[in-house]
């Protein structure tokens, strides 16, 4: 017995150590394969968190043409207002102080906007009607924009695009779009001829496919 048992020995041994290997082999692979799914979490994590930071960082404001609630057209102090076409602001502020007669106060929702400004709106508005044909009937180009360039206003509340429905063209403020009873250019002629036809949205617009 005694010389068997020195004769298996060897054997069992063997056979021991393989099966340790074997395990600390798997357990060796297992530990790399949530080592690395754990740095691609962290990672993804990480790079999701820092888009995150810098679309924020790269939001428009105030110096963009971001208007806070309440702003008039007498609010110099804000780019949207100060950065209008001067003809289009003094239009403005003379129909603004007639309307004020009437208890009619024009608020700006918007007006001036930088074109980095403009490519926000209109990314939002894609994202918003689902397709780029769509967003161009409510949101032009920064290209095309006459927000951009300084010669349109959107106006508000509802009394105060009611008053300029009535009374805008002896100022030569005019609505434009049929779809937009909010947005107003200038149009000197309106005095004497009255406002032009209105087009249905910017895609009737020849302007807007420059």
Known sequence: ????????????????????????????VVAAIVATLGYQ???SSAISFSDVLGEHRGAAGEADGVV????????DAF???????????????????DAAE???????????????YQQQLLRDAVSRYGSQEEAAR???????????SG???DIG??????????????????QIYGNESWHYELRPEAADRGCPPMYADPTDDPRMRR
């Open 41 to 43: 979490l962290v990672s």
């Open 157 to 174: 509340p509802f009394d105060a695009t009611a008053w300029l429905s009535r009374h805008g063209a002896d100022h030569g403020l005019c």
């Open 1 to 28: 017995m005694t010389g068997g048992m020195s004769l298996q020995s060897p054997a069992r041994a063997g056979v021991g150590r393989a099966r340790r290997l074997v395990v600390v082999g798997l357990a060796v």
């Open 79 to 97: 780019p949207a207002v100060a950065k209008l076409d001067p003809d289009l602001l003094e239009a403005l502020r003379r129909a603004a102080t």
């Open 102 to 116: 009437d208890g009619v106060e024009f608020h700006v929702n918007s007006g001036w906007r930088s074109p980095r």
């Open 68 to 75: 806070p609630d309440g702003v008039t057209v007498f609010d």
């Open 151 to 153: 010669d349109a206003i």
């Open 138 to 148: 409510w949101v032009a180009t920064a290209d095309n924009s006459a927000h951009v």
